[in-house]
């Protein structure tokens, strides 16, 4: 069997302590077993890192992926993976991030390129179609994401035509939610969850840099994966409308709406009409966007830019509805212009809007119960509602002073760390395995329950995905829920195997593997799959995550469970007052799951599942 050349054909392993790299052919028995980027950073992660390394040890990896319809004409296939163990969930992770970056990868013939090791000085790593090279770079020491971006790109004398993703102080800082950040000329893009960030400043790595290279995919039916490209854009764009005018903030105010919108650290789920509409979609577009902003071959152009008079901001990021869920309703800090500038400052110091805007929740709840103490200075910007206290605290936890240090371990260790006789802190922890929820109602959304408790990444909405449910599907039901919770979970794995971007896939492609798929899978490669083959790549490549996790000790019946305030408290208020996910439910669901996905009633991928799945070899590395 001979591997299509719609694939570059090659992984890039470096070594950052010698310098020495190294190429592995890709096996085309691989690539259809799991297709690329995600499926491929799961395979490489479980293949090379020990189980019983630290995130933070030398032998960690990083890996940097991109999939099969990267430069082809499948729309919104400008996504690339980074995949590695998370210092925040010690399991795997994988962080998916846009811009230009994957496809500049993806010209080089590299499907994925690996780092191992630890450099021994601060250096940034080049990239190029003749392979890599580890260049020492100790005065990228203390610069912001955008900085270094720069100063790498005029160190490489190359302008956009190299590609940059760096970490910020924080990732240098080993905040254990440290992001990186991708600045093209078009758009920026984050890998936001998990704390690749951080796992890269370990390394002594501060950025990556890719220089574009000649490799162009070539399909086995480029007219037919055209025509089915052409034949969806009408229903791409009318699926992405709100995305278009307002970005994902547009989602504020019909969240609220249906009180399902996390508010003072999940205590309520329903915030004031005049709060909502502050810091909404509608108010950010009329009020503060500057431009749209689009990534690579995507005519959705769902970014947008900002500018904030009052902080000096003549462009910035527009905060995706999840930062604004952490940032702004969560800690109740409802003035625009300081919940921007934040999450701004988040951008540039290097971290994850999500987890630090929910451990800053949890820690003003903790404080105001009496659970975690500050110094007078430090005090009042843990107090609900100091809008202004955030862009303190932005700056405390990226450079690990003061509070800043604490929080700067997520709101799980922050809380382990509490000596209370009186209550249990980690009561208030709105997290699953290590890593902070995100906007996502796993009280007001059945789909939600389950699919955050079995999340391979933790308190992800990328592994089960709530828009389905938004729409009135698993949302108030366990029935059928728990096969519903895993076949998206197949659903994200594919795509992000692909990789194409989520709101494309669901606003054009279909929200469930369907035959559309399929047929631009086969006519990008030449192969001649099924439906069910095709989703038999998602389900694989989740199994592999989910088999990385229990050899790590943090996948079981166990551990596969919700906050306390989510099994113990109803919802408060609003129009699903009442609904919650108690503990005989969960443990219901899970049961079924299990059942579903074949695995035995801890958790774990029996062998059988993994024979049926062709992953014997896997299991047995």
Not at 64 to 69: N, S
Request: negative net charge; hydrophobic residues 35%.
């Amino acid at each position: 069997m001979t591997l299509p050349p719609v694939y570059g054909g090659e992984i890039l392993h470096v070594d950052l302590g010698t310098g020495e790299t190294r190429t592995e052919a890709i096996d085309e028995a691989d690539a259809r077993r799991f297709l690329g980027g995600n499926g491929f950073a799961a395979k490489l992660i479980h293949e090379h890192v020990p189980a019983e390394a630290d995130p933070f040890d030398p032998e960690n990896a990083v890996v940097f992926a991109v999939g099969p319809m990267n430069l082809t004409p499948f729309q919104s296939t400008s996504r690339g993976v980074v995949g590695f163990v998370s210092p925040m969930t010690n399991g795997f992770f994988d962080s998916t991030f846009g811009g230009s970056f994957p496809r500049a990868q993806k010209s080089t013939g590299f499907e994925a390129v690996v780092l191992h090791g630890r450099a021994p000085e601060l250096s940034y790593v080049r990239v190029s179609a003749d392979g890599a090279e580890v260049v020492p770079a100790p005065d990228l020491e203390g610069r912001g994401t955008y900085e270094a971006c720069e100063a790498v790109r005029e160190a490489e004398d190359q302008g956009f035509d190299t590609h940059v993703v760096a970490a910020g102080p924080a990732g240098e800082n080993r905040v254990r939610y440290a992001c990186l950040l991708h600045q093209s000329h078009d758009r920026e893009g984050v890998a936001g969850r998990g704390g690749s960030g951080a796992v890269l400043g370990s390394k002594n790595v501060k950025a990556v840099a890719i220089r574009e290279g000649d490799f162009e995919p070539e399909l086995a039916d480029e007219s037919g994966l055209r025509n089915l490209a052409v034949g969806r854009m009408g229903e791409l764009m009318e699926g992405t409308e709100m995305l278009q005018e307002y970005g994902t903030a547009g989602l504020v105010n019909p969240v609220n709406e249906m009180g399902r919108l996390g508010r003072r650290n999940n205590a309520s789920e329903l915030v004031a009409e005049a709060d909502a509409e502050a810091i909404s979609g509608e108010t950010l577009e009329a009020e503060y966007v500057t431009e749209d902003t689009t990534c690579a071959n995507c005519a959705v152009k769902c970014g947008k830019h900002v500018s904030v008079e009052s902080a000096g901001i003549t462009q910035a990021k527009i905060p995706e509805f999840e930062s604004l869920f952490a940032t702004a309703t969560m800690t109740e800090s409802y003035d625009a212009d300081r919940v921007i500038e934040a999450n701004d400052l988040c951008d540039r110091l290097g971290m994850d809007t999500i987890s630090w805007g929910v451990t800053v929740a949890f820690a003003r709840e903790a404080h105001e119960r009496g659970l975690l103490e500050a110094d007078a200075d430090e005090s009042p910007l843990l107090e609900f509602g100091h809008a202004e206290g955030l862009v303190e605290l932005a700056e405390l936890v990226a450079h690990r002073e003061g509070i800043g240090d604490r929080l700067a371990e997520g709101s799980a260790r922050l809380a382990a760390s509490i000596d209370s006789a009186d209550e249990d802190p980690s009561k208030y922890v709105h997290g699953v395995k290590g890593l902070e929820l995100a906007a996502h109602s796993p009280r007001g959304l059945k789909g939600m329950s389950i699919g955050y408790a079995t999340s391979t990444r933790g308190g992800s909405h990328h592994d089960t995905r709530p828009t389905r449910q938004y729409a009135g599907e698993y949302d108030e039901t366990t029935e059928g829920t728990p096969e519903f919770a895993a076949r998206s979970q197949h659903f994200t794995a594919l795509g992000d195997s692909l990789t194409q971007c989520r709101f494309v896939s669901e606003g054009g492609w279909g929200a469930e593997i369907n035959d559309r798929y399929r047929d631009a899978i086969n006519a990008a490669t030449g192969w001649e799959l099924t439906t069910a083959e095709v989703e038999a790549i998602g389900e694989r490549v989740y199994n592999v995550e989910r088999l990385i996790n229990v050899e790590r000790g943090i996948a079981s019946r166990e551990t596969d469970t919700l906050p306390h305030r989510v099994m113990h408290e109803p919802i408060p208020d609003g129009p699903h007052e009442g609904m919650y996910c108690p503990p005989e439910e969960l443990d219901a669901m899970l049961t079924e799951y299990y059942e579903f996905r074949g695995w035995d009633e801890e958790g774990r991928p029996t062998a059988e599942t993994l024979e049926r799945l062709d992953l014997g070899d896997v299991a047995d590395a």
